[in-house]
């Protein structure tokens, strides 16, 4: 069994995916712990030559924490992961002195053609040997700590043989990855496909857990589309209530990408996460 | 086993992880082609389900084209959405948002419909004096 985390998870608080359009908005929010940020919108030569946009330069000089976040690494894909991509992800968690940087659960690319997005990968005996090895590759070429995120789906593989929460399970045995737990996507799959949510959180290794994401969506016609352009409703701020019935995470992370709100509407939202996180118990698995 | 696999075990000595990954990659590769170029959807996924996947990711496409490029949504207007999706379901991405920009805006300039943007579009996609905005200025 491999459990090569360095010690806990670094405590981490509330934060927001920090976005140019709203990049002097995310600077003035009270109370803020940590961002991240997608780490393909970083320049890599800019980040070599010491440059980072002015708001994360700030951000930095004040000791706000900022986790690189990548979405396109494609650790899912059938093929090695692409070593050019990992040394830029690698260069940016350095450049933002990031105690961790993230990825997906998810493949981005398969036969010559690019999806765009993170589609699931099918959960077999097959994908455990080659994620794990995926992994395996990246974690030797990052300079800290790599956690991987549940993905959202909009459909499942015919030959799944585990659930997600089982084989990000495998995948922490086998690797010491540390997982980003998506309550927005849980909810999503579980509009979606069915999931049911408490007996995946069950399934997880809590102790893994590094963060959690959260984000609004939409229901159209009985799918849930998770927009990350609506504002966080009550059926995601109660996956969060149940994950955090199980454990404390060390970090909550709000994903707003699009239709932004003014900037007391994201504060209100922080405080909603907030109010979630101080109802639960605090018990923190390690 | 093809020659080829048979190369590639010997090769790399992990007999069982190289045919894990061609595998994968066969049943990725079937998929993504249902997804984003039209093929038919492979056997025993739920057609509904690959139609609302493959919907979402060309949603997602047209969004991000039109952040990266925006002046082929804004000179389109309400046309655009529209359009884009039906170029999005006859042309799989290639070369990345700006260059589907540009494939879509040369699309859309034969679609019947788009006659009052056509001088815009062209305009667009071959500026008067070249396309300034790409040049980039070095210094020594």
């Known amino acids: 069994m491999v459990r090569n985390f360095a010690g806990p998870a670094p405590a981490l608080g509330v934060g927001i995916g920090w976005r140019a359009e709203i990049d002097t908005a995310v600077e003035r929010l009270p109370g803020l712990d940590w961002v991240e940020v997608v780490a393909e919108n970083l320049c890599p030569d800019g980040l070599r030559a010491g440059l980072l946009p002015e708001s994360l330069r700030v951000l930095r000089e004040r000791g706000v924490t900022v986790v690189p976040h990548g979405v396109s690494l494609g650790l899912g894909d059938a093929g090695q992961p692409d070593r050019a991509r990992l040394a830029r992800l690698a260069v940016t968690a350095e450049a933002l002195g990031a105690p961790l940087v993230t990825e997906h659960l998810a493949f981005v690319r398969a036969g010559g053609h690019e999806a765009g997005h993170l589609l699931p990968v099918p959960r077999t005996r097959d994908s455990l040997l080659v994620v794990a090895e995926n992994i395996r590759i990246a974690q030797a070429e990052l300079p800290v700590p790599l956690a991987l995120e549940n993905v959202a789906a909009q459909l499942a593989w015919p030959d799944d043989e585990l659930t997600e929460g089982q084989f990000l399970a495998e995948l922490v045995e086998r690797t010491g990855v540390r997982l980003l737990i998506d309550v927005a996507n849980l909810h999503t799959n579980h509009v979606n496909l069915g999931l049911d949510i408490a007996a995946e959180l069950d399934r997880l290794p809590l102790e893994a857990i590094a963060y959690v994401h959260i984000a609004g969506g939409r229901l159209l016609d009985g799918v849930w589309h998770d927009t990350h352009a609506d504002p966080v409703g009550e059926p995601v701020l109660a996956v969060l209530a149940e994950l955090c019935a199980r454990t404390a995470p060390p970090g909550v992370l709000l994903e707003r990408d699009d239709n932004f709100p003014p900037p007391y509407e994201l504060a209100a939202e922080l405080g909603a996460v907030r109010a979630v996180l101080s109802r639960a118990p605090q018990v923190r698995h390690v | 086993m093809s020659e080829r696999l048979e190369y590639v075990v010997r090769a790399d000595g992990d007999a069982e992880l190289v045919l894990a990954r061609e595998r994968l990659g066969r ?5 993504l082609a249902a997804l984003v170029g039209g093929a038919p959807v492979p056997a025993g996924f739920d057609p509904a389900q690959v139609r609302r996947q493959a919907a979402g990711l060309a949603a997602k496409r047209r969004d991000t084209v039109a952040r990266v490029e925006p002046e082929p949504a804004r000179l389109l207007g309400p046309a655009y959405g529209p359009l884009f999706l ?33 001088p815009a579009l062209t305009a667009w996609l071959a500026p008067p004096g070249g396309r300034r905005r790409w040049a980039r200025r070095r210094t020594a």
């Not at chain 2, 049943?27 to 998929?31: A, F, I, K, R, V």
């Not at chain 2, 999005?88 to 300039?109: I, K, M, S, T, V």
Request: proline share 11%.
């Open chain 2, 27 to 31: 049943g990725q590769t079937e998929l």
């Open chain 2, 86 to 118: 039906r170029y999005a379901a006859l042309h799989p991405p290639e070369g990345g948002y700006r260059a589907d920009a540009r494939a879509f805006a040369a699309w859309a300039l034969a679609q019947p419909g788009t006659e009052p943007h056509r």
